[in-house]
């Protein structure tokens, strides 16, 4: 069984920065595609952006790019989310996925972590 585990979230100042990390552990064969999600307060989760697992393809959200920079070390299983000029409306949990490989069904599923609160505000 693959557990996701996000670490880095606490309290920034508008315009500051945090780095959150991610790391998938357990039994895996195979993990593909990694990334980010967030749900603000009082709103649906929405995609921040993801990463392929070779590294070369990207994703952002229009409301983060140049601003966010995902990262991944792939033989560590970890993705990185390194956010820059944050802005008050980035206040919400940030939750990481990882596409695990599951043998049972044949298929890749997303497994997510428990999130980690990332909060904006002076």
């Known amino acids: 069984q693959v557990q996701v585990v996000e670490s880095g979230g606490g309290l920034a100042q508008p315009g500051g920065s945090l780095r959150l990390s991610c790391t998938a552990s357990?039994?895996?064969?195979?993990?593909?595609?990694m990334g980010w999600y967030r749900q603000p307060p009082g709103k649906q989760r929405e995609l921040v952006a993801t990463i392929s697992n070779n590294k070369i393809h990207t994703t952002y959200s229009d409301s983060v790019k140049g601003r966010f920079t995902i990262a991944r070390d792939t033989p560590k299983n970890t993705v990185y989310l390194e956010m820059n000029s944050l802005k008050p409306e980035d206040t919400a949990v940030y939750y990481c996925?990882?596409?695990?490989?599951?043998?049972?069904?044949?298929?890749?599923?997303?497994?997510w972590g428990q999130g980690t609160l990332v909060t904006v505000s002076s």
């Open positions: 357990g039994t895996i064969y195979a993990i593909n595609n």
């Open positions: 996925f990882a596409e695990n490989f599951a043998v049972d069904v044949a298929q890749y599923v997303a497994v």
